[in-house]
Nanobody, 120 residues
Framework: QVQLVESGGGLVQPGGSLRLSCAAS????????MGWYRQAPGKQRELVAL???????NYVDSVKGRFTISRDNVKNTVYLQMNSLKPEDTAVYYC??????????????WGQGTQVTVSS
């Protein structure tokens, strides 16, 4: 079993900050890329940020300069530091990880999501 558990979502005013965390646990051999996606009501899920096992990072244009993704490979945890939040950042944020399990198969797993609401 592999589980991804997100935390850190909440209500924040425009211009504020939140830090999301996602911890992976279970029958993990290794983790390749880890990323954050978000989905607003009525909209398609989009990739927000991705970080590979080698440290390469990709952001969606709308969050560049405001969000920072990082990971702790010892803890199998990925973080998303979100600064200068805007109302359009409101969404459910989902953690995603490409995991090689103990059996050496590689699969992608999703967390349950954590709500981020940006409102005054």
């Amino acid at each position: 079993q592999v589980q991804l558990v997100e935390s850190g979502g909440g209500l924040v005013q425009p211009g504020g900050s939140l830090r999301l965390s996602c911890a992976a646990s279970g029958s993990i051999f290794s983790i390749r890329d880890m990323g954050w996606y978000r989905q607003a009501p009525g909209k398609q899920r989009e990739l927000v940020a991705l970080i590979t096992s080698g440290g390469s990072i990709n952001y969606v244009d709308s969050v560049k300069g405001r969000f920072t993704i990082s990971r702790d490979n010892v803890k199998n945890t990925v973080y998303l530091q979100m600064n200068s939040l805007k109302p359009e950042d409101t969404a459910v944020y989902y953690c995603n990880a490409e995991v090689t399990v103990i059996a050496r198969s590689t699969m992608r797993f999703w967390g349950q999501g954590t709500q981020v609401t940006v409102s005054s």
